[in-house]
């Protein structure tokens, strides 16, 4: 079932190299925030919830904030935020495509402030539409290969859980499956007993463009500047950058 590197993948191997986590306690909290507000408090029986708080968790998040930022959420504390998602389109260099998530309370700042992010940096925003066509909502789930688990055990606890891919990334597994499988297939490795990095509903491209150096570093570049600003969640590209090629930039 092992596929080649895609967006997902590259991203992933670009935040190891570059030592940096999924951005900042301030994106984190907005996504717990967010959840907590659609779905409840109980993460029980909230599993958007639970899988924002098991990532800030992961990024050594304090308690006290998540759990003040759970109850803001769910209107059980003053300070919440009427936080809305918001999609932006565009191309960065070498016609790469990428799809930009926001979560703000202000989208006429959202809009100025990818627009310049995006055009200062060699790209170009795009109509709605003219690029999410590209790309297909899916679950994906991270699993270091530190946490000791291998291919095999992988594919043995997801394959009945409606995974699609599990792809070997160097130094992790990715499993990629439908949006709405994302929770089966992250309870069935709890249930095997793998701990796994990240659980996300994510954009995956149906066709990537291959990247040398100097073109992968331009991309990055671009979204880079992106990712920096407060609004944004998370960007997505259907970029593909090779190993070695991201060997060359490390």
């Known amino acids: 079932m092992s596929g080649h590197s895609k967006w997902a993948t590259t991203k992933h191997k670009k935040a190891v190299i570059d030592g940096r986590r999924a951005k900042n306690f301030a994106k984190l909290i907005k996504a717990i925030e967010v959840a907590s507000r659609n779905g409840g408090p109980d993460m029980d029986g909230n599993p958007t919830l639970f899988d924002a708080v098991a990532k800030a968790k992961k990024n050594s998040m304090p308690a006290d904030n998540i759990d003040r930022a759970i109850k803001r959420g769910a ?63 899916k679950g994906l789930i ?78 990055f570049e671009l979204i880079d500047a992106i990712e920096e600003l407060d609004d944004v969640q998370n960007v997505f590209s259907n970029a593909d950058v090779s190993d070695e090629v991201m060997a060359s930039l490390a």
Request: hydrophobic residues 40%; contains cysteine.
């Open 75 to 137: 209107g059980l504390e003053s300070g919440g935020a009427d936080w809305q998602t918001i999609m932006y389109e565009g191309y960065g260099p070498h016609g790469v495509a990428i799809m930009i998530e926001c979560l703000s309370d202000n989208r006429n700042r959202a809009a100025s402030e990818v627009r310049v992010a995006v055009t200062r940096n060699g790209g170009s925003m795009a109509d709605p539409g003219s690029v999410s066509y590209l790309f297909h909502r």
């Open 142 to 219: 991270i699993v270091n290969k530190a946490s000791g688990a291998t291919e095999e055990s992988i594919l043995e606890a997801v394959l009945e859980a409606g995974a699609q891919e599990v792809n070997d990334n160097g130094d992790a597994f990715e499993i990629v499956c439908e949006a709405s499988d994302l929770v089966t297939a992250r309870t069935a490795l709890q249930s095997a007993g793998i701990d796994y990095e990240s659980a996300d509903s994510s954009f995956i491209p149906s066709m990537t463009i291959d990247l040398d150096g100097e073109s992968a570093t331009k991309v």
